[in-house]
């Protein structure tokens, strides 16, 4: 309640700072705006922005420092005995007073100088709000007064007001390129951190996984296996599936949509394959497991053929449905893409309609069918859901896609489910399998590109 106060509050101290800047540039020259260095407009965006951004700083530095400082002045506050505890001991006590003082329990059989410390952690909490909102309004008042004095006639807003835009997208541009390199570095740590416990050679070509590792180490596996080859089979062998049902089927379904189908049909039929990637993955689950697996295992039976229950075939089936509409619909967009003058061209050659989809519109679509097929292939890796359910999570080495397999978004999720601690080989083993997939990722963009830049110069 109290965010939605402030975050309406300054809305209206930042729309109020627009009308008085642009009033004001108005006023200056009474009123005849041919008489101004820019437009009216750009002198209220340029107060505003000064009204919004002292508030924003604000509103920033309350999120970085609010939480240490409260936590500073509860600590100051325990008892003797409290603050002899270890420092995680502590942290749990904190997270149990933050936890009272949420619920807003009242009296029963809590201690008495948790409640206390609860109800100092409201009274700081209510306090540092309040101060919050008093300080972003006060700021952008302030702001507002001295950007005010700034309105003249030959004051150039426009110029100041772009540069201050320019600002934020280079702060915008900034965090993402920061966010990137810490998602880097923290998987590149907790790597390392597996890697001093489990050797690199086993866990890249060791062909045993089992990361259940024992409390003691008298139990049997208190070791563990961290091979992780069965994993990285298991994910090649559902995704190939995958595409080998997804690629032929959205890549046809996309040439007879742009070049075969009437605008009607085209109009009705795409939407409809689009649906499919609307549907939850859950959805698709659950049509694996109870629809696509048992027919596979029945069909296999008839056969003679021994069918797992959770199969690679059953998962990669449905996965391959769930990605048609990324090959299918980006490649559509391709293909219309294409000049209509190379079709011109080809057709006044004497070539055929098959001939010229062939010879000239899907080569110089290529690069575009090649980004949507890498598209389908990072969601069929990274998918998750329909593997559990229709997969399985064991962990088998085998080419055979009638057998039960499992991937590595699978253990990474199964590692980390519960409460863990990360100073143990299971736990970091998810973020060296996090790895591999970064890595994995950063090789279908360079193909992408590589095969972006080769046929591109082509046809220009």
Not at 195 to 205: A, S
Not at 215 to 224: E, K, P
Request: proline letters at 3%.
């Amino acid at each position: 309640m109290n965010t939605a106060i402030l975050i309406i509050a300054l809305l209206a101290l930042t729309a109020f700072a627009y009308r008085t800047g642009k009033n004001r540039a108005l006023s200056t020259v009474k009123g005849d705006g041919h008489l101004l260095h820019s437009l009216p407009s750009y002198h209220g965006m340029y107060v505003a922005l000064w009204c919004l951004f002292p508030a924003i700083v604000i509103v920033f530095a309350w999120l970085i420092f609010e939480t240490t400082i409260i936590n500073g002045i509860l600590v100051s506050s325990l008892t003797v005995e409290q603050q002899a505890l270890s420092p995680s001991q502590v942290e749990l006590l904190l997270n149990e007073i933050r936890n009272i003082a949420g619920a807003g329990v009242q009296g029963g059989q809590l201690d008495d100088a948790k409640l206390r410390l609860a109800e100092q952690y409201s009274s700081l909490k209510n306090t540092s709000t309040a101060a919050q909102i008093v300080l972003v309004i006060a700021a952008g008042a302030v702001g507002l007064a001295l950007a005010r004095t700034h309105i003249a006639a030959r004051f150039r807003s426009r110029h100041r007001v772009e540069k201050m835009v320019m600002a934020v997208l280079v702060i915008c541009s900034a965090i993402a390129i920061l966010t990137t390199i810490g998602i880097v570095l923290s998987l590149l740590f907790e790597a390392w951190r597996f890697f001093t416990k489990v050797p690199l050679t086993e866990f890249l070509f060791g062909i045993q996984w089992s990361p259940q590792t024992a409390l003691r180490a008298d139990q049997v596996g208190s070791t563990g296996a961290f091979g992780a080859v069965p994993i990285f089979a298991g994910t090649m062998l559902i995704t190939l599936i995958a595409m080998i049902v997804a690629v032929p089927i959205g890549l046809m379904s996309a040439i007879y949509m742009a070049e075969y189908s009437t605008p009607k049909f085209r109009g009705i039929v795409k939407p409809i394959v689009e649906i499919l990637a609307g549907i939850p993955t859950v959805v698709y689950g659950f049509f694996a497991a109870l629809t696509v697996g048992p027919a596979i295992r029945g069909w296999g039976e008839g056969l003679g053929l021994t069918v797992a229950s959770e199969s690679a075939l059953a998962a990669g089936v449905v996965m391959g449905i769930m990605i048609i509409p990324f090959v299918s619909s980006l490649s559509d967009d391709v293909i219309n893409a294409v000049p209509q003058s190379l079709r011109d061209g080809a057709y006044a050659m004497g070539a055929t309609k098959s001939e010229t989809i062939r010879q000239v519109i899907i080569p110089a679509a290529l690069p575009g069918i090649v980004g949507s097929i890498l598209l389908a292939v990072s969601r069929a890796i990274g998918e998750t859901m329909i593997v559990v359910m229709a997969a399985g999570l064991a962990a088998n080495l085998t080419a055979n896609p009638l057998s039960a397999v499992t991937t590595v978004t699978v253990q990474i999720v199964t590692l980390l489910v519960g409460d863990q601690e990360f100073d143990s080989a299971k736990t970091l083993a998810a973020f060296a399998l996090g790895l591999v997939l970064f890595v994995v990722t950063l090789c279908l963009n360079v193909i992408a590109l590589t095969v972006v830049k080769k046929y591109r110069e082509k046809y220009d």
